[in-house]
């Protein structure tokens, strides 16, 4: 009898002890991010916004925080892209930026 409960806790604590070691390696994701910065009620409805002529979309403005952006931030891919931003219409911002990953970039609009 004794052999058996000592094969039965052996085997309990085996089939315990089987969990195996589990690890994770994550890096950064490869995305930056865009935030359009001024007086939001000057762009009332948001601007038009326009990355390398191939993704477009209408993005809110928000004020100047100095600690972080607060508001809507748009997730684009790393890199060198060409920036355009029209208010009804208007060309109101357009330039080359770099950003590299988990970068947020502040689009100052005047």
């Not at 039965?8 to 994770?24: D, E, M, N, P, S």
């Not at 925080?65 to 029209?86: E, F, L, M």
């Amino acid at each position: 009898m004794k052999k058996i409960l000592f094969v039965t806790v052996i085997g309990l604590i085996f089939i315990a002890g089987c969990t195996g070691v589990k690890t994770i390696s994550t890096g950064l994701e490869n995305e930056s991010y865009l935030v359009f910065v001024g007086n939001p009620a000057d762009y009332r409805g948001g601007v038009d916004v326009s990355v390398d002529e191939n993704l477009s979309f209408k993005a809110e403005v928000v004020k100047d925080n100095v600690d972080r952006p607060k508001g809507k931030v748009y997730a684009i891919s790393t890199g060198t892209h060409t920036i355009t931003v029209s208010y009804e219409g208007n060309l109101i911002f357009q330039k080359q930026v770099f950003v590299s990953a988990q970068e947020t970039k502040k689009i100052i609009l005047q």
